[in-house]
T-cell receptor, first 107, second 115 residues
């Protein structure tokens, strides 16, 4: 199974951009890169996904390296409600979540 | 749509008792997943069904755990007998498998405490 590596935790000031990195050096050509987040006391929720090109949606942007061995989830203006654990996952039939990055947003 | 529904939301039981967790996936979704989340191990996939058939149960920790999906709108995860180390939050998720990138929708989880 292709695996991902993320920092255990990160901090950001409110209303500043946040860049959450993910390394996936063993990614295969058909693996989509997915990001989910888990707010406190809730189940994970979908954030964004991509294959090769950078992607934008109302929640975030996903920047994918040209060799696809890493990606970065970008929250353009962090709010207190963005404090969560963020998971970077490679789709391989089903999802293997790992432990993710715990994001703290400082007011 | 009400989303993925799980019951009960909280369960407290004593060691040795049988525990049954229930899940109703989103209508029209043909894949269903059971996950377990603990502080030590994070979010782990236990079992995955596609069109009501178990596809991968390699994450089921031991024979005390069993899961069924008798129809497209209902699944159960049973622990018999339960042990304190089974205490965790159990999530059910469902997905409509059309493309390789379809998202999973998670339920609110069942918090299980085994005393």
């Amino acid at each position: 199974d292709a695996k991902t590596t993320q920092p255990n935790s990160m901090e950001s000031n409110e209303e500043e951009p946040v860049h959450l990195p993910c390394n996936h050096s063993t990614i295969s050509g058909t693996d989509y890169i997915h990001w989910y987040r888990q707010l406190p006391s809730q189940g994970p929720e979908y954030v964004i996904h991509g294959l090769t090109s950078n992607v934008n949606n109302r929640m975030a942007s996903l920047a994918i390296a040209e060799d696809r061995k890493s990606s970065t989830l970008i929250l353009h203006r962090a709010t207190l409600r963005d404090a969560a654990v963020y998971y970077c996952i490679l789709r391989d039939g089903q999802f293997y979540f790992g432990t993710g990055t715990s994001l703290t947003v400082i007011p | 749509d009400a989303g993925v529904i799980q019951s009960p939301r909280h369960e407290v039981t004593e060691m040795g008792q049988e525990v049954t967790l229930r899940c109703k996936p989103i209508s029209g979704h043909n894949s269903l997943f059971w996950y377990r989340q603990t502080m030590m191990r994070g979010l782990e996939l236990l079992i995955y069904f596609n069109n009501n058939v178990p596809i991968d149960d390699s994450g089921m920790p031991e024979d005390r755990f069993s899961a069924k999906m008798p129809n497209a709108s209902f699944s159960t995860l049973k622990i018999q007998p339960s042990e304190p180390r089974d205490s965790a939050v159990y999530f059910c998720a469902s997905r409509r498998d059309i493309n390789l990138y379809n998202e999973q929708f998670f339920g609110p989880g069942t918090r299980l405490t085994v005393l």
